[in-house]
């Protein structure tokens, strides 16, 4: 079982950022952290069969995104071949994320009516795939007292597998904010050690993250992590090297596959991460090395690595890859900042992270004691 604790010495400027280790079978994992998921999985395999690199992703921990049409959560209740189906395509990509701890996150359209069969058919689903954390599906903005029966049955459903399987709970970061309140209060109530949280917009839903804050100070014990983030906010500033504000310990993208039909696609301009500003970066806007040992820069200049993955139609590929391991060796860096206490100068050196600050916190990072 997943065992949890938080590293960092509370103080009055600190809040919830805070460095933490998760333990699980003799393996300790540093927060915060970012989680390898689906789509990047995916990425890598199309690098992988060109020759180009050899993926070899560092993340101790991979979240199986899986988006669900609303039929086929419907199918779960009535249909065993399409149960059978999706337990493959499950294991299929949970082998291609190797030995890692697997988080289930089931993708759905907010407006899904889960039903407690559905939610149950879904347990079971997971328990029959190769993951370790169970994830326990809220209805949105449901009442409280449901919350807790489903949190409940759902509890002992899964204790009563044959393999052990961590129970996690999903609320939504865009739950009324009186129910968010008596939702968080519940798993914490329920000796619960990964919490999974929803992203939704910070500054709409601001209740909520600054009740998270304030909660999660007094609970040491759990692991919260967060789902479905966007990949940059304010056009060019990294969304999850902003998350620690919150006190949340580790981060994955989101990921819906495109639908199925005929469309016009407009070419998306490709923007790289950059971990000395926490921006996604125009080509043009970056120096001419890489300065990053990725199994896509691997140390090479930056117009080297631009042109080998232009070439052979590759370049969105190898920019989503390069982004989750060198996102996550940001974190790794940044974790020593707040051990020592100085996350606060770690933020003001990052250019990119003063415009978020600005906007969510309306204050000048200069002057901000909520770091």
């Known amino acids: 079982m997943i065992k949890f604790n938080v590293d960092t010495i509370d103080n009055p400027w600190n809040l919830t950022v805070r460095a933490g280790t998760i333990k699980e079978a003799g393996f300790s994992m540093p927060t915060p952290l970012r989680v390898l998921n689906t789509k990047e999985i995916v990425e890598a395999k199309k690098i992988a069969d060109s020759n180009l690199a050899i993926p070899n992703f560092p993340h101790p921990i991979f979240e199986l995104t899986k988006y669900f049409k609303p039929a086929a959560i419907q199918g779960l209740t009535s249909n065993a071949q399409a149960s059978s189906g999706l337990i493959n395509s499950i294991n299929k990509i949970s082998l291609m994320a190797g030995a890692r701890f697997t988080i289930f996150h089931p993708v759905l359209n907010r407006t899904l009516t889960v039903t407690d069969e559905i939610n149950k058919k879904l347990i079971a689903l997971q328990c029959a795939c190769d993951v370790d954390a169970i994830s326990i599906i809220d209805e949105y903005n449901s009442k409280p007292l449901i919350f807790r029966k489903r949190l409940v049955k759902s509890m002992e459903q899964i204790d009563n597998m044959e393999r052990p399987?961590?129970?996690?709970?999903?609320?939504?970061?865009?739950?009324?904010?009186?129910?968010?309140?008596?939702?968080?209060?519940i798993v914490f109530d329920n000796d619960i050690n990964v919490l999974n949280l929803i992203y939704s917009n910070i500054k709409e839903h601001w209740a909520n993250y600054s009740y998270l804050i304030k909660s999660l100070r007094k609970q040491d014990k759990i692991w919260v992590h967060m789902s479905e983030l966007n990949k940059i906010q304010f056009k060019k500033s990294s969304?999850?090297?902003t998350m620690p504000l919150f006190g949340i310990d580790s981060y994955a993208l989101n990921y819906k596959p495109l639908g199925f039909g005929t469309f016009n696609r407009v070419p998306a301009l490709v923007k790289?991460?950059?971990?000395?500003?926490?921006?996604y970066l125009e080509p043009s806007e970056c120096g001419e090395n890489t300065n990053c040992s990725c199994f896509v820069d691997?140390?090479?200049?930056?117009?080297q690595v631009l042109d080998l993955y232009s070439g052979s139609d590759l370049l969105s590929s190898a920019m989503t890859c390069h982004d989750t391991v060198s996102s996550l060796h940001e974190f790794i860096k940044s974790r020593s900042n707040i051990l020592n206490q100085d996350y606060r100068d770690y933020i003001r050196s990052k250019s990119h992270m003063e415009i978020p600050m600005k906007k969510l916190f309306n204050v000048e990072i200069a002057q901000t004691q909520l770091l």
């Open 165 to 185: 399987f961590e129970p996690t709970p999903t609320i939504r970061m865009d739950t009324d904010d009186r129910k968010f309140k008596d939702k968080l209060k």
């Open 239 to 241: 969304l999850v090297h």
């Open 272 to 279: 790289r991460f950059d971990s000395g500003t926490l921006g």
């Open 298 to 303: 691997n140390n090479l200049p930056l117009k």
